[in-house]
């Protein structure tokens, strides 16, 4: 069973940086998941922001493309996202998840994860 563990949110002005941060509380994020971050802002549908796969191969949404940078630490059991030229439009909280299946990460197929983690909220406001 892996457990995860968000950190990093919090409040930043639009054009600001943040680094969110996936820790597994128990089990390891190892190359046996692969591993995504999610984001699900008020009154919208929970959407894919970025996946590594089993085989290490980075999948970004395009709405972030250019601005987030997505790493895992199999070392240190972490993920994380490096989010840049941060907008109004990315404010969300946001969970990291993991999956069996390299077609649902790749895919970011929100019903395909196998874990989630509670979230963390980045709110961006000038």
């Known amino acids: 069973q892996l457990q995860l563990v968000e950190s990093g949110g919090g409040a930043v002005q639009p054009g600001g940086s943040l680094t969110l941060s996936c820790a597994a509380a128990?089990?390891?994020?190892?190359?046996?998941?692969?591993m995504a971050w999610f984001r699900q802002a008020p009154v919208k549908e929970r959407e894919g922001v970025a996946s590594i796969d089993n085989a290490g191969n980075i999948h970004y949404s395009d709405s972030v493309k250019g601005r987030f940078t997505v790493s895992k630490d199999n070392g240190e059991n972490t993920l994380a996202l490096q989010m840049n030229s941060l907008k109004p439009e990315d404010a969300a909280m946001y969970y990291c998840?993991?999956?069996?299946?390299?077609?649902?990460?790749?895919?970011?197929?929100?019903?395909?994860?196998?874990?989630w983690g509670n979230g963390t909220l980045v709110t961006i406001s000038s």
């Open positions: 998840a993991a999956a069996h299946l390299d077609i649902y990460c790749r895919s970011m197929f929100v019903l395909g994860m196998d874990y």
């Open positions: 128990s089990g390891y994020i190892s190359s046996s998941y692969c």
